[in-house]
C-alpha cells in the first residue's frame, strides 16, 4: 500500500495479534477453571500490549490535527462511532439470548443503551479511540509538558472507579499523547534502529530480559513501574518491527497492522465459537495449546471474511462505512475503494 510506513503496519500487527492472544488466553483459562503456558505470554505482554496499541495510533495525529472540525469529526470521530455502534449491535445480538437466559428481558435496553457511555466489551478501545482524538485536538493549544505531566499523573494514580470509560481513559490517554507528542523521536529513533541493526538487537534483548524479570517479580502494577513498562515496552515493539519489517517472513504481519482494525471488530466470534468446540470436543487437552488454537482462528477467521467480502461486494458496510455514515458538504470524501475501516 503507497504510503504507508512498513515497521508501523508491523507494530501494529504485532499489537492486535497480542490483544487477540489476550481474550483469548483469559476467555479459555475462565471457561476451562485452569491456566496453561499461555498465560505467562499474555502476562509478559500485558504491561505494554494495549500502551503500545494507542501509541502507534497518535503517530500520525500531528498532520491531521489542524483539519478544519467538519473533516476532522467526520474522519476521526465519526469515522469510529459508525464501527463502534455497527459492531456493538452486532456482538449484542449474539450475546442477547445468553443475558436473556440469565436475567430477564427487563434490563436487555437498558445494557444496550448504557454501552453509549461505558464502552462495552471488546470494543473500548475504538470507543477511547475517538475520545482521545477530541481531546487531544481540544488540547492542542495547551503546553505540552502540562498536558503530558497531567497524562502521566493520571496513569501512576491508577484510577480504579469501576468505569470502563473513566479507568482506561486515565491508564491509556498517556501513551496515545506521546505517540501524538513525541511523533518524529519516534520515527528518527526507528531511522537510527534501520542504519544501526545491531545496537537495536542488543537493546531489544537487554529490555526482554530486564522486563521479564520486572514482571515475574510480581511488580508491573507498581506506580511508575507500569508507566515506564508500558513507554519502554512500546519503543521494544517499534525496535523489533523495525529489525524485522524488511524480511519477508514478517509479511503476514504487515498485513495483519494494514488490516488490523478488521481483525480487531470481528474476532470475539471465531473466538468464542473456537473456544466452545475445543473445549468441548475434549481431542486437545493442553491448555496452552487450546488458547493458540484459539488465537489463531481469531485472526484468521476475520481476515477470511474480509477477503470473502471483497470478492464478492456483499457485506462491504461491516468493514468500510458507507456514504450515508459520513458529512456532507465541501469536505466530502472522494470515491475511495474497497479497504479496511482506519
Known amino acids: 500500500m503507497a504510503g504507508r510506513v512498513s515497521w508501523v503496519d508491523v507494530a501494529k500487527g504485532f499489537c492486535i495479534c497480542m490483544v487477540v492472544m489476550m481474550h483469548s488466553t483469559l476467555g479459555v ?11 505467562y505470554v499474555v502476562e509478559f505482554a500485558r504491561p505494554f500490549r494495549m500502551p503500545d496499541f494507542f501509541m502507534i495510533a497518535g503517530l500520525f495525529l500531528a498532520h491531521r490535527i489542524d483539519s478544519p472540525w467538519r473533516l476532522y469529526l467526520d474522519r476521526k470521530v465519526l469515522h469510529f462511532a459508525y464501527f463502534y455502534v455497527l459492531w456493538l449491535t452486532i456482538q449484542f445480538a449474539f450475546k442477547a439470548p445468553g443475558m436473556i437466559a440469565d436475567e430477564g428481558w427487563s434490563g436487555l435496553g437498558a445494557e444496550y443503551l448504557r454501552a453509549f457511555i461505558e464502552p462495552w466489551g471488546t470494543l473500548w478501545f475504538i470507543y477511547h479511540l475517538a475520545l482521545f482524538l477530541v481531546v487531544t485536538r481540544l488540547l492542542r493549544h495547551v503546553p505540552w509538558p502540562a498536558v503530558w505531566i497531567a497524562g502521566a499523573a493520571l496513569e501512576i494514580l491508577h484510577v480504579n472507579t469501576g468505569s470502563v470509560l473513566i479507568d ?4 491509556k490517554f498517556i501513551y ?12 528518527r529513533y526507528a531511522a537510527a534502529l534501520g542504519r544501526h541493526p545491531l545496537a537495536g538487537t ?3 534483548l537487554a529490555w526482554a530480559l530486564v522486563h521479564g524479570a520486572i514482571v515475574f517479580a510480581g511488580w508491573p502494577d507498581l506506580p511508575f513501574v507500569s508507566l515506564g513498562l508500558g513507554l519502554a515496552g512500546a519503543l521494544a515493539v517499534v525496535t523489533v518491527s523495525v529489525l524485522l519489517s524488511r524480511t519477508a517472513a514478517i509479511r503476514p504481519l504487515n498485513y495483519l497492522g494494514q488490516n488490523s482494525i478488521v481483525v480487531y471488530l470481528a474476532f470475539f466470534l471465531p473466538m ?8 468441548k470436543s475434549g ?19 476475520p481476515v477470511i471474511l474480509y477477503r470473502l467480502v471483497r470478492w464478492s461486494g456483499w457485506g462491504t458496510f461491516l468493514f468500510v462505512r458507507p456514504d450515508w455514515a459520513r458529512i456532507e458538504g465541501p469536505y ?7 479497504s479496511p475501516a482506519e
Request: charged share 15%.
Open 29 to 39: 483459562e475462565k471457561a476451562a477453571d485452569a491456566t496453561g503456558w499461555m498465560h
Open 168 to 171: 482506561e481513559f486515565a491508564s
Open 176 to 187: 496515545f499523547y506521546t505517540g501524538y507528542v513525541f511523533a518524529d523521536a519516534v520515527f
Open 202 to 204: 542488543g537493546l531489544f
Open 272 to 279: 468464542a465459537v473456537s473456544r466452545a468446540i475445543l473445549l
Open 283 to 301: 481431542i486437545i487437552t493442553d491448555i496452552g495449546t487450546i488458547c493458540v488454537l484459539v488465537t489463531l482462528c481469531g485472526i484468521v477467521v
Open 332 to 338: 466530502l470524501r472522494q470515491k475511495a475503494s474497497l
